[in-house]
């Protein structure tokens, strides 16, 4: 079932995001050569905690981190450890927190030092990915027309959508409905209404779609061994134009 929020509630939501955004603002100047992962987790942690927030990942259905952090071929939960980062990687960090009885979710793909052009393109598709979808995202309009602009765009520069994982509805539970593919036909699915908040992530492989889950149970990576990109943010319908929940700077 889809919840839909009142006006208050989206605010609530909007306070559990804007500790996403500001953990996500302040990873930018933390990321860089010979940083571990785990450090990383650490330090998001500490600005979520310091502003009053849960890492919502830590335990999660038994996830071991407070956050994912996937590097190069990683597409997505990748458990924090002692691997250091190299120039030339990139690291995606995805963040969930939980504040006052609301949740919200974001990720972000960073370069460490200088990174080969193929990977700035993949960031860049990919964000501009997102940033289709969210426009896509009107009231009036059917889930479909959201994983349409994204799956169009991915393509439409050579690289690959990832279909295993979606996004998803998110506001008093972490996942809830509906499901959001970044892949599909237009004009299909739940009908988008005001008052929906959802977690649109595009997950873009540089290769095939394909992926495989490590011997952890959680990491997964692109079957080819290419690279992958994930940037997420959440979001809210309104009336009007798409509110995008999870800013950061």
Excluded at 14 to 36: N, Q, S, W
Excluded at 147 to 166: D, K, L, P, Y
Aim: with cysteine; proline share 3%; glycine share 14%.
């Amino acid at each position: 079932m889809i919840v839909l929020k009142s006006n208050d509630e989206i605010e609530r939501i909007g306070d559990a995001c804007r500790i996403v955004g500001g953990t996500i603002g302040a990873l930018k100047g933390f990321v860089a050569e010979g940083v571990t992962t785990r450090e990383i987790e650490k330090f998001a942690a500490s600005v979520i905690d310091k502003n009053g927030g849960r890492a919502a990942f830590k335990g999660y259905r038994g996830f071991p981190g407070s956050v994912c952090t996937s590097v190069n071929d990683q597409v997505v939960h990748g458990i924090p450890s002692s691997r250091k980062l190299k120039e030339g990687d990139i690291i995606s960090i995805d963040i969930g927190v939980f504040y006052k009885g609301f949740y919200g979710d974001a990720a972000i793909t960073l370069p460490v030092g200088r990174v080969i052009e193929a990977a700035e393109t993949l960031m860049r598709v990919t964000a501009e990915a997102l940033d289709l979808g969210i426009d896509a995202a009107r009231a009036g309009g059917r889930v479909s027309d959201i994983s349409c602009a994204i799956q169009g765009h991915v393509e439409a520069n050579g690289f690959s959508v990832v279909r295993t994982f979606v996004g998803h509805g998110i506001g008093k539970e972490l996942h809830e409905e509906p499901q959001i593919p970044n892949y599909g036909r237009c004009g299909r699915g739940a009908r988008l209404r005001a008052g929906m908040t959802l977690a649109l992530e595009p997950m873009v492989n540089a290769g095939g779609s394909g992926v495989n889950v490590l011997d952890d149970g959680w990491t997964a990576v692109t079957a080819d061994g290419s690279l992958s990109a994930h940037f997420e943010h959440t979001v809210a319908i309104t009336e009007d134009e798409p509110r995008v929940l999870t800013e950061h700077v």
